[in-house]
Protein backbone atom coordinates (compact mmCIF):
# COMPACT_ATOMS: atom_id res chain seq x y z
CA UNK A 1 0.00 0.00 0.00
CA UNK A 2 1.46 3.09 -0.56
CA UNK A 3 0.77 7.02 0.56
CA UNK A 4 2.02 10.08 -0.70
CA UNK A 5 5.68 11.74 0.54
CA UNK A 6 5.84 14.74 2.32
CA UNK A 7 9.28 15.13 1.83
CA UNK A 8 9.70 15.05 -2.14
CA UNK A 9 5.67 15.08 -2.98
CA UNK A 10 5.69 11.65 -4.68
CA UNK A 11 3.58 8.25 -3.94
CA UNK A 12 5.59 5.85 -1.71
CA UNK A 13 5.33 2.31 -0.24
CA UNK A 14 3.61 2.52 3.62
CA UNK A 15 6.20 1.10 6.48
CA UNK A 16 4.15 -2.22 6.87
CA UNK A 17 5.24 -3.48 3.30
CA UNK A 18 8.78 -2.14 3.35
CA UNK A 19 8.84 -4.49 6.78
CA UNK A 20 7.51 -7.47 4.84
CA UNK A 21 10.02 -7.29 1.88
CA UNK A 22 12.96 -6.44 4.03
CA UNK A 23 12.09 -10.38 5.74
CA UNK A 24 10.67 -11.78 2.31
CA UNK A 25 13.92 -10.89 -0.11
CA UNK A 26 16.64 -9.25 1.82
CA UNK A 27 19.04 -8.83 -1.35
CA UNK A 28 16.64 -7.40 -2.96
CA UNK A 29 15.34 -5.49 -0.57
CA UNK A 30 18.95 -4.04 0.11
CA UNK A 31 19.77 -3.29 -3.88
CA UNK A 32 16.27 -1.47 -3.39
CA UNK A 33 17.30 0.62 -0.89
CA UNK A 34 20.13 1.74 -2.40
CA UNK A 35 18.59 2.67 -5.56
CA UNK A 36 16.18 4.77 -3.27
CA UNK A 37 18.93 6.60 -1.76
CA UNK A 38 20.54 7.29 -4.90
CA UNK A 39 16.89 8.56 -6.27
CA UNK A 40 16.14 10.48 -2.54
CA UNK A 41 19.76 12.13 -3.57
CA UNK A 42 18.84 13.25 -6.57
CA UNK A 43 15.53 14.15 -5.44
CA UNK A 44 17.23 16.57 -2.91
CA UNK A 45 19.71 18.51 -5.28
CA UNK A 46 17.27 19.18 -7.70
CA UNK A 47 15.12 20.68 -4.74
CA UNK A 48 17.80 22.62 -4.00
CA UNK A 49 18.45 23.68 -7.85
CA UNK A 50 14.56 24.38 -7.83
CA UNK A 51 14.75 26.71 -4.61
CA UNK A 52 18.31 28.63 -5.70
CA UNK A 53 16.23 29.79 -9.15
CA UNK A 54 13.30 30.73 -7.13
CA UNK A 55 14.89 33.31 -4.87
CA UNK A 56 17.37 34.15 -7.75
CA UNK A 57 13.80 35.27 -9.69
CA UNK A 58 12.32 37.09 -6.00
CA UNK A 59 15.57 38.90 -6.12
CA UNK A 60 15.10 40.13 -9.53
CA UNK A 61 11.54 40.57 -9.05
CA UNK A 62 12.32 43.01 -5.71
CA UNK A 63 15.55 45.05 -7.90
CA UNK A 64 12.84 45.91 -10.72
CA UNK A 65 10.28 47.14 -8.44
CA UNK A 66 12.84 48.65 -6.33
CA UNK A 67 14.24 50.57 -9.80
CA UNK A 68 10.40 51.39 -10.61
CA UNK A 69 8.83 54.88 -9.12
CA UNK A 70 5.24 55.53 -8.44
CA UNK A 71 3.76 58.83 -10.37
CA UNK A 72 1.97 59.81 -7.47
CA UNK A 73 5.17 59.16 -5.08
CA UNK A 74 8.01 61.56 -6.11
CA UNK A 75 11.21 61.59 -4.24
CA UNK A 76 13.57 64.20 -4.98
CA UNK A 77 17.27 63.76 -3.52
CA UNK A 78 18.93 67.14 -2.74
CA UNK A 79 22.81 66.92 -4.69
CA UNK A 80 25.56 68.97 -5.27
CA UNK A 81 25.27 70.80 -8.28
CA UNK A 82 28.64 72.48 -9.70
CA UNK A 83 27.96 76.44 -9.44
CA UNK A 84 28.44 77.48 -13.07
CA UNK A 85 31.40 80.11 -13.63
CA UNK A 86 30.24 83.39 -13.89
CA UNK A 87 30.20 85.01 -17.65
CA UNK A 88 32.54 87.32 -19.00
CA UNK A 89 31.59 90.50 -18.33
CA UNK A 90 30.15 92.57 -21.60
CA UNK A 91 29.75 96.33 -22.38
CA UNK A 92 25.76 96.72 -22.59
CA UNK A 93 26.21 99.59 -24.26
CA UNK A 94 25.39 99.87 -27.37
CA UNK A 95 27.48 101.69 -30.04
CA UNK A 96 24.23 104.66 -30.14
CA UNK A 97 25.21 104.94 -26.71
CA UNK A 98 22.09 103.81 -24.76
CA UNK A 99 22.35 100.64 -22.02
CA UNK A 100 20.95 97.96 -23.48
CA UNK A 101 20.56 96.28 -19.92
CA UNK A 102 17.80 98.58 -18.63
CA UNK A 103 13.85 98.20 -19.24
CA UNK A 104 12.90 99.36 -22.33
CA UNK A 105 11.88 103.05 -22.05
CA UNK A 106 7.06 103.13 -21.59
CA UNK A 107 5.66 106.48 -22.91
CA UNK A 108 2.49 106.84 -20.83
CA UNK A 109 0.16 109.71 -22.67
CA UNK A 110 -2.38 110.65 -20.25
CA UNK A 111 -5.04 112.67 -21.49
CA UNK A 112 -7.57 113.77 -19.05
CA UNK A 113 -11.12 114.81 -21.30
CA UNK A 114 -13.37 117.59 -19.62
CA UNK A 115 -16.33 117.40 -20.81
CA UNK A 116 -17.96 121.10 -20.59
CA UNK A 117 -21.51 123.10 -20.78
CA UNK A 118 -21.78 127.15 -20.68
CA UNK A 119 -24.88 128.93 -20.38
CA UNK A 120 -26.02 132.47 -19.45
CA UNK A 121 -27.96 133.88 -16.87
CA UNK A 122 -31.54 132.81 -18.81
CA UNK A 123 -30.16 129.36 -18.18
CA UNK A 124 -29.73 129.10 -22.06
CA UNK A 125 -26.51 126.98 -23.49
CA UNK A 126 -24.05 129.04 -25.18
CA UNK A 127 -22.04 127.79 -28.16
CA UNK A 128 -19.29 129.21 -30.58
CA UNK A 129 -16.76 129.15 -28.27
CA UNK A 130 -13.33 128.51 -29.08
CA UNK A 131 -9.91 127.32 -27.18
CA UNK A 132 -8.57 130.20 -26.19
CA UNK A 133 -12.06 131.05 -24.32
CA UNK A 134 -11.02 128.69 -21.49
CA UNK A 135 -8.71 128.21 -18.91
CA UNK A 136 -7.93 124.81 -17.12
CA UNK A 137 -6.33 123.92 -13.88
CA UNK A 138 -5.31 120.89 -12.07
CA UNK A 139 -4.75 122.22 -8.36
CA UNK A 140 -3.00 124.94 -8.55
CA UNK A 141 -0.92 124.39 -11.55
CA UNK A 142 -2.44 126.15 -14.83
CA UNK A 143 -2.55 123.14 -17.66
CA UNK A 144 -2.39 123.53 -21.31
CA UNK A 145 -5.41 122.61 -23.26
CA UNK A 146 -3.89 120.44 -25.69
CA UNK A 147 -6.98 118.92 -27.39
CA UNK A 148 -10.87 121.03 -28.02
CA UNK A 149 -13.71 120.35 -29.32
CA UNK A 150 -17.68 120.86 -29.64
CA UNK A 151 -18.77 118.47 -32.07
CA UNK A 152 -21.82 116.32 -31.56
CA UNK A 153 -20.08 112.92 -30.82
CA UNK A 154 -22.25 109.84 -29.99
CA UNK A 155 -22.73 109.26 -26.56
CA UNK A 156 -23.54 106.01 -24.21
CA UNK A 157 -26.62 106.87 -22.05
CA UNK A 158 -28.66 105.26 -19.04
CA UNK A 159 -31.92 106.32 -18.41
CA UNK A 160 -32.59 106.06 -14.46
CA UNK A 161 -36.57 105.62 -14.26
CA UNK A 162 -38.54 106.20 -11.26
CA UNK A 163 -41.24 103.64 -10.67
CA UNK A 164 -42.01 103.88 -6.94
CA UNK A 165 -45.67 104.26 -5.67
CA UNK A 166 -45.02 108.31 -5.02
CA UNK A 167 -44.80 108.76 -9.17
CA UNK A 168 -48.61 107.77 -9.40
CA UNK A 169 -49.79 111.43 -10.35
CA UNK A 170 -46.99 111.72 -12.31
CA UNK A 171 -46.10 108.60 -14.21
CA UNK A 172 -47.17 109.67 -17.91
CA UNK A 173 -45.75 112.41 -18.02
CA UNK A 174 -42.68 111.40 -16.99
CA UNK A 175 -43.02 108.53 -19.85
CA UNK A 176 -43.05 111.65 -22.07
CA UNK A 177 -40.46 113.16 -20.98
CA UNK A 178 -38.63 109.68 -21.89
CA UNK A 179 -39.68 110.23 -25.40
CA UNK A 180 -38.76 113.69 -25.71
CA UNK A 181 -35.21 113.50 -24.92
CA UNK A 182 -34.70 110.68 -27.04
CA UNK A 183 -35.79 113.13 -29.94
CA UNK A 184 -32.47 114.44 -29.99
CA UNK A 185 -30.50 111.27 -29.87
CA UNK A 186 -27.75 110.71 -32.61
CA UNK A 187 -28.40 107.94 -34.83
CA UNK A 188 -25.21 106.47 -33.09
CA UNK A 189 -25.93 106.55 -30.05
CA UNK A 190 -26.71 104.03 -27.54
CA UNK A 191 -29.66 103.42 -24.56
CA UNK A 192 -30.21 101.32 -21.91
CA UNK A 193 -33.01 101.33 -19.34
CA UNK A 194 -33.41 100.67 -15.33
CA UNK A 195 -36.54 100.94 -13.76
CA UNK A 196 -36.27 101.80 -10.07
CA UNK A 197 -38.54 100.99 -6.91
CA UNK A 198 -37.85 98.74 -4.00
CA UNK A 199 -35.12 98.06 -6.06
CA UNK A 200 -33.73 98.58 -9.20
CA UNK A 201 -34.54 96.62 -12.47
CA UNK A 202 -32.36 96.82 -15.76
CA UNK A 203 -35.07 96.26 -18.19
CA UNK A 204 -33.03 96.90 -21.68
CA UNK A 205 -30.07 96.20 -22.47
CA UNK A 206 -27.67 98.23 -24.54
CA UNK A 207 -29.57 99.27 -27.82
CA UNK A 208 -29.64 101.86 -30.94
CA UNK A 209 -33.78 101.15 -30.83
CA UNK A 210 -35.76 104.39 -29.28
CA UNK A 211 -38.67 101.97 -30.15
CA UNK A 212 -37.34 99.57 -27.60
CA UNK A 213 -37.09 101.29 -24.95
CA UNK A 214 -40.41 102.95 -25.35
CA UNK A 215 -42.03 99.61 -25.50
CA UNK A 216 -40.36 98.94 -22.43
CA UNK A 217 -41.25 101.62 -20.64
CA UNK A 218 -45.52 101.24 -21.26
CA UNK A 219 -44.96 98.30 -18.50
CA UNK A 220 -43.92 100.49 -16.02
CA UNK A 221 -46.24 100.93 -13.16
CA UNK A 222 -46.17 102.90 -9.54
CA UNK A 223 -45.61 100.53 -6.91
CA UNK A 224 -43.44 100.20 -3.29
CA UNK A 225 -40.76 102.61 -2.18
CA UNK A 226 -37.78 104.58 -3.35
CA UNK A 227 -34.15 103.00 -4.22
CA UNK A 228 -32.47 105.72 -6.16
CA UNK A 229 -29.03 105.21 -4.57
CA UNK A 230 -29.19 101.54 -5.80
CA UNK A 231 -30.73 102.49 -8.89
CA UNK A 232 -27.29 105.02 -9.56
CA UNK A 233 -24.90 102.14 -8.41
CA UNK A 234 -26.43 99.89 -11.37
CA UNK A 235 -26.49 102.68 -13.65
CA UNK A 236 -22.84 103.50 -13.20
CA UNK A 237 -21.93 99.52 -13.12
CA UNK A 238 -23.35 99.30 -16.24
CA UNK A 239 -21.48 101.90 -18.32
CA UNK A 240 -18.47 99.67 -17.78
CA UNK A 241 -20.03 98.08 -20.58
CA UNK A 242 -20.19 101.02 -22.93
CA UNK A 243 -18.77 101.24 -26.44
CA UNK A 244 -18.07 105.21 -26.29
CA UNK A 245 -15.62 107.08 -24.67
CA UNK A 246 -18.83 110.19 -24.02
CA UNK A 247 -21.12 108.15 -21.31
CA UNK A 248 -24.06 110.09 -19.32
CA UNK A 249 -26.80 109.14 -17.06
CA UNK A 250 -30.28 110.46 -17.20
CA UNK A 251 -32.67 110.24 -13.74
CA UNK A 252 -35.74 111.04 -13.71
CA UNK A 253 -37.45 111.13 -10.15
CA UNK A 254 -39.79 112.67 -8.17
CA UNK A 255 -37.74 112.48 -4.30
CA UNK A 256 -35.20 111.36 -2.52
CA UNK A 257 -33.89 107.69 -1.30
CA UNK A 258 -35.71 105.83 1.44
CA UNK A 259 -35.23 102.31 0.43
CA UNK A 260 -31.48 101.99 -0.54
CA UNK A 261 -28.43 99.56 0.54
CA UNK A 262 -25.59 102.05 -0.43
CA UNK A 263 -25.16 105.11 1.31
CA UNK A 264 -24.53 108.62 -0.28
CA UNK A 265 -21.00 109.07 0.52
CA UNK A 266 -20.25 105.69 -1.45
CA UNK A 267 -22.29 106.57 -4.05
CA UNK A 268 -21.02 110.00 -4.03
CA UNK A 269 -17.25 108.37 -4.02
CA UNK A 270 -18.66 105.75 -6.90
CA UNK A 271 -19.55 108.64 -9.20
CA UNK A 272 -15.88 110.68 -8.84
CA UNK A 273 -14.03 107.31 -9.66
CA UNK A 274 -16.60 106.91 -12.68
CA UNK A 275 -15.85 109.32 -15.75
CA UNK A 276 -19.97 109.42 -16.40
CA UNK A 277 -21.96 112.11 -16.61
CA UNK A 278 -25.04 112.54 -14.62
CA UNK A 279 -27.95 114.70 -15.33
CA UNK A 280 -31.52 114.95 -12.95
CA UNK A 281 -34.80 116.03 -13.44
CA UNK A 282 -36.44 116.15 -10.12
CA UNK A 283 -40.18 116.24 -9.93
CA UNK A 284 -40.81 117.63 -6.15
CA UNK A 285 -44.07 118.64 -4.32
CA UNK A 286 -43.83 121.60 -3.15
CA UNK A 287 -45.34 120.43 0.17
CA UNK A 288 -43.04 116.96 0.97
CA UNK A 289 -43.91 115.78 4.44
CA UNK A 290 -41.46 112.68 4.28
CA UNK A 291 -37.60 114.17 5.28
CA UNK A 292 -36.31 112.09 2.39
CA UNK A 293 -38.21 113.74 -0.13
CA UNK A 294 -37.32 117.40 1.53
CA UNK A 295 -33.54 116.48 0.85
CA UNK A 296 -34.03 115.01 -2.27
CA UNK A 297 -33.28 117.68 -4.37
CA UNK A 298 -29.98 118.96 -2.84
CA UNK A 299 -28.97 114.94 -3.03
CA UNK A 300 -29.41 115.25 -7.18
CA UNK A 301 -27.57 118.28 -6.60
CA UNK A 302 -25.09 117.00 -4.96
CA UNK A 303 -24.15 114.27 -7.24
CA UNK A 304 -24.70 115.84 -10.35
CA UNK A 305 -22.26 118.46 -10.08
CA UNK A 306 -19.81 116.05 -9.12
CA UNK A 307 -19.37 114.29 -12.93
CA UNK A 308 -20.36 117.98 -14.80
CA UNK A 309 -24.23 117.46 -14.88
CA UNK A 310 -26.85 119.32 -14.04
CA UNK A 311 -29.80 118.62 -11.90
CA UNK A 312 -33.21 120.51 -13.32
CA UNK A 313 -36.22 121.10 -10.62
CA UNK A 314 -39.51 121.63 -11.86
CA UNK A 315 -42.85 122.08 -10.10
CA UNK A 316 -45.20 121.19 -12.94
CA UNK A 317 -45.13 117.68 -14.29
CA UNK A 318 -46.14 119.50 -17.65
CA UNK A 319 -42.73 121.01 -18.25
CA UNK A 320 -40.89 117.57 -18.16
CA UNK A 321 -40.71 117.11 -21.79
CA UNK A 322 -39.36 120.49 -22.42
CA UNK A 323 -36.44 120.00 -19.76
CA UNK A 324 -35.70 116.41 -21.00
CA UNK A 325 -35.67 118.34 -24.89
CA UNK A 326 -32.75 120.55 -23.50
CA UNK A 327 -30.85 117.87 -21.90
CA UNK A 328 -30.89 115.94 -24.46
CA UNK A 329 -29.63 119.13 -26.79
CA UNK A 330 -26.89 119.99 -24.13
CA UNK A 331 -25.10 116.66 -23.69
CA UNK A 332 -24.95 117.22 -27.61
CA UNK A 333 -23.33 120.69 -27.44
CA UNK A 334 -20.69 120.71 -25.32
CA UNK A 335 -16.91 121.75 -25.34
CA UNK A 336 -14.39 118.89 -24.53
CA UNK A 337 -11.12 120.24 -23.56
CA UNK A 338 -8.21 117.61 -22.91
CA UNK A 339 -4.81 118.36 -21.16
CA UNK A 340 -1.82 116.19 -19.95
CA UNK A 341 -1.09 116.70 -16.36
CA UNK A 342 2.47 118.38 -15.72
CA UNK A 343 2.93 116.60 -12.99
CA UNK A 344 1.93 112.92 -13.18
CA UNK A 345 2.15 110.96 -9.70
CA UNK A 346 0.52 107.58 -9.57
CA UNK A 347 -0.86 107.45 -5.93
CA UNK A 348 -4.73 107.37 -6.44
CA UNK A 349 -5.62 110.27 -5.19
CA UNK A 350 -8.06 112.68 -6.14
CA UNK A 351 -6.79 115.39 -8.33
CA UNK A 352 -9.52 118.24 -8.49
CA UNK A 353 -10.18 120.35 -11.66
CA UNK A 354 -11.01 124.22 -12.28
CA UNK A 355 -12.51 125.40 -15.63
CA UNK A 356 -12.20 128.96 -15.83
CA UNK A 357 -13.63 130.98 -18.72
CA UNK A 358 -12.75 134.32 -20.67
CA UNK A 359 -15.52 134.79 -22.50
CA UNK A 360 -15.56 137.65 -25.45
CA UNK A 361 -16.14 140.80 -24.63
CA UNK A 362 -20.12 142.19 -24.66
CA UNK A 363 -21.45 139.14 -22.90
CA UNK A 364 -23.14 139.06 -19.65
CA UNK A 365 -21.98 136.75 -17.34
CA UNK A 366 -21.53 132.86 -18.26
CA UNK A 367 -21.51 130.17 -16.05
CA UNK A 368 -19.64 126.65 -16.62
CA UNK A 369 -19.95 123.10 -16.16
CA UNK A 370 -17.36 121.25 -15.60
CA UNK A 371 -16.39 117.87 -13.43
CA UNK A 372 -14.67 118.94 -10.41
CA UNK A 373 -11.63 116.29 -10.40
CA UNK A 374 -10.55 112.32 -11.11
CA UNK A 375 -8.33 109.95 -9.45
CA UNK A 376 -5.17 109.61 -10.88
CA UNK A 377 -3.97 106.55 -11.52
CA UNK A 378 -2.81 104.05 -9.17
CA UNK A 379 0.20 102.72 -11.15
Not at 314 to 324: K, Q, R
Amino acid sequence: MARLSRESGRWAPSPDSCVRNTFLDPVRNAATWQQRRKHSAGNLAGLWGRLLVAVCFALWIAASAFGQTDVNDVHIESREVEKPKDPPKQDLRSTSGLNAHVRPLKVDVDLVLVPVTVTDPMNRLVTGLEKDNFQLYEGSSSEEIRTFSSEDAPVSLGVIFDSSGSMSSKMERAKEAVVEFFKTANPQDEFFMITFSDEPEEVTDFTSSVDEIQNKLVFAVPRRRTALLDAIYMGISKMRQAKYAKKALLIISDGGDNHSRYTENEIRSLVKEADVMIYAIGIYDRYASAIEERLGPQLLSDITELTGGRAFTIDNPNDLGDVATKIGVELRNQYVLGYRPTKVVRDGKWRKIKVKLLPPKGLPPLRVYARTGYYAPAE
